[in-house]
Every structure is written in C-alpha cells, then in structure tokens.
C-alpha cells in the first residue's frame, strides 16, 4: 500500500540551512506537498511540487524530487527559530483527491 | 474568509460516551476529510467525501460515522468512545487536488477516559 517516510526529529543551528527528507511509494503521484504545523494548530500547505518537476525554489525554501529514487527533500535556507515546528510531506493518490501523508519530522531551531 | 472550523476545540469523554465533532467551509470545496493525528504517526484518514451526499471510509473509519447533507458541513461522530480514540482530530477541504492542496482547520483535541 502507500506509504510515506520521514525522519521524526531534526536539529538545527539558527542561521544553518535544514533539509528535511521524505520517501514516498506511489510513483504516479501527481502532486507532491509540503505542509507545516505549529504547536497547537492546523497543516498550513508550505509549497508543492508537480511530478514532471526536478526542483523548486519559493524565497527561502527549495524542494528538489528524485522520480527514479521516490524522494522528496525540502531546504530552508538561514533558519530561524520560527521555523521550529512539525513538518509533513504529502503525495496524492493517483485518480483520486486523496493524500497519504508521511509521519511528520519535528524541526528544532536553536540559537 | 473563515476557512473550515472545527468545534469544539477541546473535549474530554468518558468511556463509551458518543460525540460529535463538527466541520464547516465556506470555500464551496466538493471535497471534505477527517484525519486523525497520533504522535510519531502522521495522519490517517478517518473518512472523506467527494460531495453532498457521498461518504467513504478511509484508512481507519471503525468507531466513526459521518454524513454530508449539504456542501458546507461534514460532522464525524463517535458513538461509542473508546481510549484508543483519544487523539487530535482535523478537519480538511479541497475544491481539487492541485497547487492548493488542502485546507485544514485548528483541530479537536479529544481525551477519552
């Protein structure tokens, strides 16, 4: 079935760039999502790619995507403590309006 | 704009207590989700709806039950609570899948005890 991964935990300086890594399973996903959560609150969508694409930059944040791999990475560049939060990569399900989303990976900014 | 809203926010249940949890949106999506989020396991898929007047489970639909009588609402209802239902539940909306993705609300954070 499909399934996405992420690591759960990453640790960064303030200033550093983080690169958060997702793997996915269903290789005809169409879009492919970044989504943040902050304490207490909703998935606000971050950025998404579409499936024909190798990279995208948005300011601060770069998503590259590797097809032949099924791997998904996004890059904040200069991070910065409100970066700290819970982020999730998303893919969509073929023929469908359904999103299989990875388990998460809590992003820790410190000084 | 209010988005999709969920209430309540917060809500403690005794065993075997039943509940409602509401949704509304007033983007006029077609499309409506219910997940629920368990540390360190992401979220699963409760039920969705592609429409007024169709539902369909998703990855983990025992214990629930939704209904979709009109475009802008989508309640999840839990009949019989259970600890194993004690989570944080969110509420989404899409018009499609495309460059917006899903739209979620705050969230109901549920203890059941």
């Known amino acids: 079935g499909e399934d996405v991964e992420q690591s759960l935990f990453l640790s960064v300086r303030e200033g550093d760039s983080s690169v958060i890594n997702c793997t996915y399973t269903d290789s005809s996903s169409t879009y492919l999502y970044w989504y943040k959560q902050e304490p207490g609150a909703g998935l606000q969508l971050l950025t998404y790619i579409f499936s024909n694409m190798d990279m995208k930059q948005d300011q601060r944040l770069t998503v590259l995507l590797n097809k032949k791999d099924k791997h998904l990475s996004l890059r904040i560049a200069d991070t910065q403590t409100g970066d700290s939060a819970i982020y999730f990569c998303a893919e969509s399900i073929r023929n469908t309006d359904k999103l299989i989303f990875g388990t998460g990976t809590r992003l820790q900014v410190f000084p | 704009n209010a988005g999709v809203t969920q209430t309540p926010k917060f809500r403690i249940l005794k065993i075997g207590q039943s509940m409602t949890l509401q949704c509304t949106q007033d983007?006029?999506?077609?499309?409506m989700y219910w997940y629920r989020q368990d540390p360190g396991m992401g979220l699963k898929l409760i039920y969705y709806?592609?429409?007024?007047?169709?539902?369909d489970k998703g990855e983990v639909p025992n214990g629930y039950n939704v209904s979709r009588s009109t475009t802008e609402d989508f309640p999840l209802r839990l009949e019989l609570a259970a600890p194993s239902q004690t989570s944080v539940y969110f509420c989404?909306?899409?018009?499609?899948?495309?460059?917006?993705?899903?739209?979620f609300g705050s969230g109901t954070r549920l203890t059941v005890v």
């Open positions: 989404a909306s899409s018009y499609s899948l495309g460059n917006d993705g899903y739209t």
């Open positions: 983007m006029n999506h077609n499309y």
């Open positions: 709806s592609v429409g007024a007047g169709i539902t």
